[in-house]
């Protein structure tokens, strides 16, 4: 395609997307990012249901859209229709990937399941993901991430101790199911060189969401029952929070003894508090914190935050400013660091792109191409790919397929 960046690692690897929503478009978003040619096939009408959430970018894009999206062609193909469905199976013989995120059968039912697109293709790597085992009593359960943080056990960790199950702000067992993904297909396609063979990649929500509890699974584990939630604090680290100074938040992190040292003597000035039996070891303090913590508390709030943040770096302990989501994109951090970039847009004059956060070499990954508008790339890839004459794509469109 004409937006390929033949310097990047995946350039030359098609990749068909037939996902739709959030674990499957961040995946595909992945590996276009590495330099893929990711075609995204979208209902001619109402395109991926995340055209329809967040906030209106143009006519047919919104910002969650945009936000899983970047690096894509979008070719309208109606797979309810004979004609898309055999549309979509012609690029899959074009494509070296093909991820998937239908109900359980679905892929199978429209002919494009994995032994249907491999009969022409052994070296084709399939990736399928579901809410739950394909294999197992749940398959066709569909899969939601708040359902599965639930499930999985995330909201019983996050939050505070006096509060009720708390969901992370983000989808994160869809995010991180899609990074999941994207990793078992650049082993695949690894493999592939070696092997000449495809393979069938499946994953699961519950797995991801139940593997990124992390080391509070294994405490959980061994002790029995959940661990305690702690909020922003740290089960075994203290102090190690967020704080409230004078003028407002900020994060700090002693994680020594000897940290824990400076910060009294130094930064907070009370150098009683090392010398007690009570908190000399992180063991004893996170034992202690309910007496120690308030008398931080007392002294960090009569502190301006400039200056606590200037003697905790001075001192070399971790600490940072708390801010608000804007303040963060909009940062000269962000902006150092090329992470939020602007493209024009023909309606809606222009829009943001977040940036990969991938460095090669000292050089960020492009963003090649914006969040692409709803069948943008329908006639051009389905004219240089399968040779469909424009005849022919104008017909299709009459009739509803494309």
Request: include cysteine; hydrophobic fraction near 40%; charged fraction near 25%.
């Amino acid at each position: 395609m004409s937006n390929l960046n033949s310097s990047l690692p995946l350039a030359g690897v098609r990749v068909l997307d037939l996902s739709r929503v959030l674990a499957g478009p961040w995946c595909g978003m992945v590996l276009g990012d590495f330099g893929a040619e990711v075609i995204k096939v979208e209902h001619p009408k109402r395109g991926d249901d995340t055209r329809d959430w967040g906030l209106r970018v143009g006519a047919t894009e919104t910002t969650y859209f945009n936000s899983v999206n970047r690096n894509k062609r979008s070719v309208c193909l109606d797979l309810q229709t004979a004609e898309g469905q055999q549309i979509a199976r012609e690029l899959a013989q074009q494509s070296d990937v093909v991820i998937q995120n239908f109900k359980f059968g679905g892929a199978e039912k429209l002919g494009l399941g994995y032994e249907r697109l491999k009969e022409g293709r052994e070296d084709l790597i399939y990736c399928s993901i579901s809410g739950y085992d394909r294999r197992g009593p749940e398959a066709a359960r569909p899969g939601y991430d708040v359902v599965l943080q639930g499930e999985a056990g995330l909201m019983a960790l996050n939050g505070e101790r006096d509060q009720p199950p708390l969901k992370f702000g983000v989808a994160a067992v869809d995010l991180f199911t899609g990074m999941y993904s994207a990793q078992a297909v650049l082993a695949a396609l690894f493999e592939r060189r070696k092997t000449g063979k495809g393979r069938h990649i499946e994953m699961a929500l519950f797995d991801c969401g139940l593997m990124i509890t992390s080391y509070y699974g294994l405490e959980s584990m061994i002790m029995g029952e959940d661990p305690p939630r702690y909020g922003n604090a740290h089960p075994s680290i203290v102090p190690y929070g967020v704080f409230d100074a004078e003028d407002g938040p900020l994060v700090i992190a002693v994680g020594t003894n000897r940290q824990y040292e400076r910060f009294c003597r130094e930064v907070i000035e009370r150098p009683d508090l090392v010398d007690e039996d009570r908190f000399r070891t992180n063991i004893v303090r996170a034992a202690n914190r309910e007496v120690l913590v308030p008398e931080l508390k007392r002294e960090i709030a009569k502190r301006k935050r400039e200056v606590l943040l200037e003697r905790l770096a001075r001192a070399g302990i971790p600490c940072g400013e708390v801010l608000g989501l804007h303040e963060a994109l909009t940062s000269q951090r962000a902006a150092e660091a090329g992470l939020v970039t602007t493209y024009a847009h023909p309606e809606a004059g222009s829009t943001h792109v977040l940036a990969p956060p991938y460095r090669f070499d000292g050089a960020r990954l492009p963003v090649r191409s914006a969040p692409p508008q709803l069948g943008e790339g329908t006639n051009e890839v389905l004219h240089s790919l399968l040779g469909l004459s424009h005849e022919r794509l104008s017909q299709l469109k009459a009739e509803g397929v494309v």
